[in-house]
Every structure is written in structure tokens, then in C-alpha cells.
């Protein structure tokens, strides 16, 4: 074997010692908490540098790279920033509140078109006009039936019947009444109770009565009743009374059941003066 030159065998040493040192120092910085990374110095690599001036040779470097074996990762979980909002209650409302409102005396109405076809009986003597539907007739008492009845007529549909007076015909009734009292429509009707003192004399009396309404017909006040008959059949009177002429228009229905009611209304707003 060939021997080797002296300068090398004058550095070769050195080298070993060198590598001695670098593995001793691999060794270290691998047992060191933290991999032995210095502050600052990237995670992945560590570098090891040795300076020697010996011999020939001016300087060794050794680069030893080292992989830390294990890499504690940290997360932070970012703060979550929980703003507490408070909801708005609702606000209450509370619902408009239903108001019935009550006519205390409600108004008959009809219109014009709807009698528009209708005939007209008109009565000089007692100074009245009014309308009645086209199938229908009248028929006139005479007679008056009693001391206060001036006048007294009846309204019934002549093409079903030939008379109001057979007790068959549905009719309706107009009377002119002598009224000395000068009453008005309830106070009239007191009078003509069963019990109240002499009623007799009176041709119309009641078992019962109870005001429905008053209203105006051809401008005078006037009083709807739904009345109960001496017979327990239960009717519709309306009462104008004509205060100057010492008078009262009776109109009334008793029927059962009450077929004319509607044309009793209609006929009734019909009804005009002509004096």
C-alpha cells in the first residue's frame, strides 16, 4: 500500500476531529428541548459552522442540517367576538275593539223605483195619498166598524182573492181614527190596552204592544209597534198622527205568518198628505 503524503497525513486529523464534533454537536442540538434552534433561526435547518486554521488548510466549514423530529404546532383559535344584541319585543297591539253601533230608531227606506209602477189611491175627505202594488185592489168599509173609526179601508192582492173581508185574504189595513186627546203614538196605544182603564170605548184594543221604532212619514213623526191582539196573534201597527185635525192614520198588519210584512213597510212610505 502506498503511503500517503505527509501533507495530508498532517491535516487528516484535523478532518476526523472535525466530524467528531459536528456528529457530537448533531447529537446535542437533537436532545436539546425545542429541536436547539436558537431564537430566530428557521425551524428546518440548523447549522453547525468550525473554523480551523491548521496546516495547509486556512478553514473547514461543516453544514450539518438537521430536521427537528418533532414540530410542536400551536393553534390559536381566533377569539370569537359575541356582540349580544337584544331582540326587540314585539310590541303589543292590541286589536280595535268592535263597536256595534244601534240606531235607536232606525228609518224605514224604500225608493222610488221600486213603487215606481205601483197605482195611487187618493183620499180628498182626509187629505192622503198612497200607493199600492199593481195586482193589488182595496175595498172600503162602510160602515165604520166603530165610534172612533172615521174611516177604514183595506189593501189585498186582488188576483188571488175577491174580498179582505172573508178572514181568508191576507190584508192591509188603513184606518183614519178620531184621536180628541190629541195623543201621541205611544201614549194612544196605553190607552188602548185591555187593562187600561176604559179601553172599552175604544174599537181597537191590545193584549200587548211593544214599540219597534219611530220614524217620519211625509214629515211626521211616527211610531212603528209590533202589537199582540185580543185573539194572541201578533201584528204591525204604524201610528201618524195628525195633531191639528185632532186625528190618527192607522195602518196595520195581523197576519200569521206575516206574508205582507215587506209590502207593509213599502206601502206605508208611500202615504203622503196632500193638505
Not at 72 to 94: D, G, N, Q
Not at 247 to 258: E, G, N, T
Request: hydrophobic share 45%.
Amino acid at each position: 500500500m502506498r503511503a500517503l503524503p505527509r501533507s495530508t497525513r498532517t491535516w487528516l486529523p484535523v478532518v476526523a476531529l472535525v466530524v467528531l464534533f459536528a456528529l457530537v454537536g448533531a447529537f446535542v442540538v437533537s436532545v436539546l428541548p425545542g429541536g436547539g434552534s436558537a431564537p430566530g433561526a428557521p425551524p428546518s435547518v440548523i447549522a453547525t459552522r468550525i473554523a480551523i486554521v491548521t496546516g495547509t488548510a486556512t478553514s473547514i466549514t461543516a453544514t450539518v442540517a438537521l430536521t427537528p423530529t418533532a414540530t410542536a404546532t400551536l393553534t390559536v383559535a381566533p377569539v370569537v367576538s359575541t356582540t349580544a344584541t337584544a331582540t326587540p319585543k314585539p310590541t303589543a297591539t292590541t286589536a280595535p275593539t268592535a263597536t256595534a253601533t244601534i240606531a235607536a230608531n232606525p228609518v224605514l227606506t224604500t225608493t222610488r223605483s221600486a213603487t215606481a209602477d205601483w197605482k195611487v189611491y187618493e183620499n180628498p175627505e182626509h187629505a192622503f195619498r198612497v200607493k199600492y202594488p199593481p195586482q193589488f185592489a182595496y175595498s172600503i168599509r162602510t160602515p165604520p166598524l166603530g165610534p172612533e173609526i172615521l174611516y177604514y179601508m183595506s189593501f189585498y192582492d186582488g188576483s188571488k182573492y175577491q174580498s179582505p173581508f172573508s178572514g181568508q185574504a191576507p190584508a192591509i189595513n188603513l184606518a183614519v181614527l178620531a184621536n180628541p186627546q190629541k195623543f201621541a203614538g205611544d201614549d194612544w196605544a196605553k190607552a188602548h190596552l185591555f187593562t187600561t182603564p176604559n179601553s172599552v170605548q175604544y174599537t181597537f184594543q191590545f193584549e200587548s204592544y211593544q214599540i219597534a221604532r219611530t220614524f217620519s212619514v211625509s214629515g211626521i213623526q211616527s211610531t212603528r209597534l209590533t202589537a199582540v191582539s185580543g185573539e194572541g196573534i201578533t201584528g204591525h201597527v204604524i201610528l201618524i198622527p195628525l195633531l191639528s185635525e185632532s186625528k190618527m192614520i192607522y195602518l196595520s198588519y195581523f197576519m200569521d205568518p206575516p206574508a205582507l210584512e215587506p209590502l207593509f213597510d213599502a206601502i206605508t212610505l208611500t202615504l203622503e198628505r196632500t193638505r
